[in-house]
Each structure stands twice: as structure tokens, then as C-alpha cells.
């Protein structure tokens, strides 16, 4: 609801009610961080087929609502995680802070730039808190990789390189679904470049420009019921970008590479060179995004050193789902915002930012699905 007179910041209940929207990553991640929290409680599931809510509803001891409308009237529901597929999220969480709803929308926040500017305009209206789940701002070894780039830790930056290589639809069996839709939201930069700009604008700097070479390795995948679909979203990208650095020392120049259609893939790696070192943060597990991460210093011609998370950074609790922790992190960052009436961060604008840079990866329609295409776009 509204931060107005009668909800400010020292009215908020000791306990704020959150609704979970999505039974994938909203079941398997938001809710148990929810419960890990003190000052928050999930009160209610939505989800639009209501055998599957009553499953979860059952397994969780939970309401259920699968209409949108009866769990925005619900008074017992302050504040709304919504984890749906792409295309729905925008008209939800439209309707929702319209009904005064604070919100934790995972990304991308909507299909286009224009829409997630509409939210903003209306939480900023309503005064709700919006919160985007960009969580690896919430990892504790990234969390350390911007304290020591901040301190200048290997000096001015001078080239970015961000290989994002995973094999989770390198199989051509893999059911079609949502994913392989381009007007679904689907596609590896909806999937990794809404973080990958992201990373860049908080670590580095602003992204000014950029350019990108779009391939649809895999064409067509099978159907539940049989036969095969065309696809026509994206499991490639290799983009080259230009950021403006946080320290105002000039352009630097990045380059991304993404695809979820890289077998036996590096997974990710995020090097960063500047004048007096280089910082290298990386991962070859393709499942977790916490465990298996390591973060490397390099300074004036020394050997790269291996380095740990600062100890005020680190996770109190180490969960068997690495990605629940920095999930959690979010959770309880978004919360502190609905209690003080401070802005949110990330939040929308940060969304904004992320799904700029993506829209500017696809201002043309789509080719047919097996072609490549090339864009070059300043981001203004």
C-alpha cells in the first residue's frame, strides 16, 4: 500500500504480508527466503491454473488465489513478489501498484523500455517500493569485486570482457516453451544480458553504446503434444559496448559474449583491466550462482591472488540452493525500503537501465530463426 498519512514508514506492521506470484522460481527461491526473514511472512500463492496452486497451496499451508483481483483485495497482502514468465508481468504489476501493492519483480521487469517507465511513474505516484531482483549485487564475492574496483583497486579501467557461456537449452530435445518465443520475453538477453547490463552499470559504468550480433542456433524445438515449433528468440549474443566509467576517467570499452546453447560452457566470467591490475570474477557452475564463484586480484604485475568476501559481506546462513541467499539478501533490502520510505536499490530504475540496453539489442524485427543479425545503438 501507499505510503500516505495513515501507512508512513513508523505505521508499518511488525510483520509485512507477502503474496508470491509464479510457482517456479518464486516456489523453489522466493519462499523459503521469505521465511528466513524476520520481518516478513508469505500469507498467500497466486497462480492462473488453480490445480497446480492447490498443490502448492497444500504443500505450504498457504492461501491460494488464481485470480489476480481477489489477492489484490486481500488486506492481509502488503507487498507482492512477482516471478511469472516474462510477457505477464507488466499488466500485473501495473494492476497491482494500482491497488497500492508493494512489489520484487524479477527480470526483465517487462518486454519493453516504455512499460517499465510507466511503472515507475506509477510507484513513484502510488508510493509503493519496487524492487528488481538483480541478485548478484546481492553476492558477497561480487559485493566485494565493486568495494575494491571503488577503492581503485587496479586503477582506471581500461577493458571489460563478460563470457557468459551455459548449456541449459544446448539440447535441441528440450521442449519449446515460452523461452523460445521472442514476443514471450524469451531469449538469453532477457535471460543473462538483463544482468549482464546490469553488472556492468553498477561495477564499471553506465553503458553509452553498444552493438549486437543476435544468432538462433537451435530452430525449432518439439512440442508436448508432438510435432515441432519455430524459434524465434535469441540463445546467442555477442554484444560490444561502450561504458562511462564510474570515476568520470573516460569510455571503456566492454564486450559480452552470452548463449545458453553452449555445450560444456565456461559458464561466468567477468574480467575486468585497468591501469594498475586487473580483477577476475568467475564460475564454472552452471547451476549456482554462489557456490563455485571465485574472485581473483592482479596488481602491478604480481601474480592474480585469490581473495574472500570481507566478513560484514558474507552470508549468515549457507543454504543447500545457493541462490536462495541472495534472493533473501533482496528480500530483506526491499523490506528495510517498504519500512522507511527509502528508495529502493535495485529497483526501477535500475530495470529501466538493464532493459534499455536490451530493447536497443532488438529495434528491428525478427529474421528467420537460424539467421544473424547486427545492430549498433547509442543508448541516450
Known amino acids: 500500500m501507499p505510503l500516505s498519512a495513515s501507512n508512513s514508514p513508523s505505521n508499518v506492521p511488525a510483520q509485512i504480508g507477502v503474496a508470491i506470484a509464479g510457482l517456479g522460481f518464486g516456489e523453489a527461491v522466493h519462499l523459503p527466503a521469505l521465511h ?61 501498484l494500482e491497488a497500492g501493492k ?15 517507465a510507466d511503472l515507475q511513474r506509477l510507484a513513484i505516484r502510488q508510493g509503493c517500493s519496487v524492487a528488481v531482483d538483480f541478485e548478484y549485487r546481492a553476492v558477497p564475492l561480487f559485493m566485494q569485486a565493486e568495494r575494491l574496483l571503488a577503492a581503485g583497486a587496479i586503477g582506471t579501467p581500461w577493458l571489460v570482457k563478460l ?25 538469453v538477453i532477457g535471460a543473462l544480458g538483463t544482468h549482464a547490463f546490469d553488472m556492468l552499470a553498477w561495477l564499471v559504468g553506465e553503458i553509452d553504446q553498444l552493438q549486437a550480433l543476435q544468432h538462433t542456433a537451435i530452430a525449432a524445438r518439439p512440442l508436448p503434444g508432438g510435432g515441432q515449433a519455430a524459434v524465434d528468440a535469441e540463445d546467442v549474443a555477442l554484444i560490444q559496448a561502450r561504458l562511462l566509467s564510474h570515476g568520470g576517467t573516460g569510455p571503456v570499452p566492454a564486450q559480452v559474449s552470452l548463449a545458453s546453447v553452449a555445450r560444456n560452457g565456461r559458464g561466468c566470467w567477468l574480467e575486468i583491466y585497468g591501469s ?42 549457507t543454504w543447500s540452493d545457493g541462490r536462495v541467499a541472495p534472493v533473501a539478501r533482496i528480500q530483506q533490502w526491499w523490506i528495510d525500503s517498504i519500512r522507511s520510505g527509502r ?35 547509442e543508448i541516450r
Not at 54 to 72: E, S
Request: net charge negative.
Open 102 to 116: 508493494h512489489l520484487l519483480l524479477e527480470k526483465p521487469v517487462a518486454l519493453e523500455a516504455d512499460q517499465v
Open 276 to 317: 594498475e591490475g586487473s580483477l577476475v570474477l568467475g564460475s564454472d557452475n552452471q547451476k549456482d550462482y554462489v557456490h563455485g564463484f571465485g574472485l581473483w586480484l592482479a596488481q602491478n604485475g604480481e601474480a592474480p591472488r585469490s581473495l574472500q568476501a570481507d566478513a560484514d559481506l558474507r552470508f549468515a546462513t
Open 343 to 377: 528508495p529502493m536499490l535495485p529497483g526501477l530504475s535500475e530495470g529501466l537501465r538493464s532493459q534499455q540496453a536490451c530493447d536497443r539489442c532488438r529495434l528491428t524485427p525478427w529474421d528467420k530463426p537460424g539467421t544473424t543479425r547486427n545492430r549498433s545503438n
Open 163 to 187: 563470457d557468459w557461456l551455459m548449456s541449459s537449452r544446448a539440447n535441441p530435445e528440450r521442449p519449446w516453451t515460452w523461452y523460445s518465443s521472442a514476443e514471450q520475453g524469451g531469449g
Open 36 to 96: 528466513s526473514l524476520t520481518d516478513a511472512q508469505p500469507v498467500a500463492l497466486w497462480h492462473p491454473r488453480a490445480e497446480r496452486l492447490d498443490q502448492a497451496c497444500a504443500q505450504h499451508g498457504l492461501k491460494g488465489y488464481h485470480h489476480w483481483d481477489a489477492l489484490l483485495a486481500d488486506p492481509a497482502v502488503e507487498a507482492i513478489v512477482i516471478a511469472t514468465p516474462p510477457q505477464a508481468r507488466f499488466d500485473l504489476a501495473r494492476r497491482a
